[in-house]
């Protein structure tokens, strides 16, 4: 069993989760905490228990989840969600936790994604959404940057958002799905065009009034 531990983890990964199902069935179950990170990738078990960075991190996907979410609503176009929800690919091998995923009312509509339920209710998503959202940390660069990008172009989602907020200004890319592989979306004056949420985003980071980023999407 290959592991890859990002930093010191309590997290006990029994020797039977040796394939994709089997990463299933054990993260389901009571042996793994409600919140470890954890994550099948690659044909292994990444466990990440660093802290999320605030400004770079948390913020970031606060404020994309944020405008994201008020346009999904506005427009009556589809879900967006945060971090949280399990998000499985069987073409792809990977059973992961975006920073943050989007669901059109026509992908439900059509099948290309299924909930499987838990105890409680859903408590994962499988298929194909049309968006997905990472946003980089220090201990995340090659899953996000490599790894994912390649897992995600394969599970056939139209769009791929990434964000490098640890230096300024931060990077922000919208990668759309070809036949070869995922390709950026040329900047245009600054914007980035969604062909998924038919808008154009700039992603601008300022200071706020104790001198801390601050972020902003913006959308037209």
Not at 119 to 130: A, C, F, S
Not at 146 to 172: M, N, Q
Request: hydrophobic letters at 40%; one cysteine or more.
């Amino acid at each position: 069993m290959s592991v890859v531990l990002t930093e010191v983890s309590e997290v006990e990964i029994p020797n039977w989760v040796t394939d994709l199902n089997a990463f299933r069935r054990w993260v389901h179950s009571l042996a793994v905490p409600e919140d470890a990170r954890v994550y099948w990738v690659d044909g292994k078990v990444w466990v990440d228990m660093s802290k999320e960075q605030i400004f770079s991190h948390v913020d970031v996907k606060t404020e994309i989840v944020r405008v994201l979410a008020n346009l999904a609503t506005e427009l009556d176009f589809g879900r967006m969600r945060s971090d949280g929800a399990l998000y499985s690919n069987d073409d792809a091998g990977i059973s992961v936790n975006p920073d943050a995923i989007f669901i059109s009312h026509a992908c439900r509509e059509e099948g290309r994604v299924t909930f499987v339920q838990g105890r409680d209710g859903p408590v994962e998503i499988q298929g194909t959404p049309d968006m997905v959202l990472e946003v980089v940390s220090r201990s995340s660069v090659t899953k996000d940057t490599e790894l994912l990008l390649e897992a995600y172009w394969t599970a056939g989602i139209p769009e791929y958002w990434l964000v490098d907020a640890r230096k300024s200004p931060p990077r922000f890319d919208i990668y759309r799905h070809t036949d070869d592989g995922y390709v950026a979306v040329r900047r245009r004056d600054g914007w980035l065009k969604s062909a998924v949420f038919g808008r154009q985003f700039r992603f601008v980071e300022s200071k706020d009034r104790f001198c801390d980023p601050a972020y902003s999407l913006e959308v037209k």
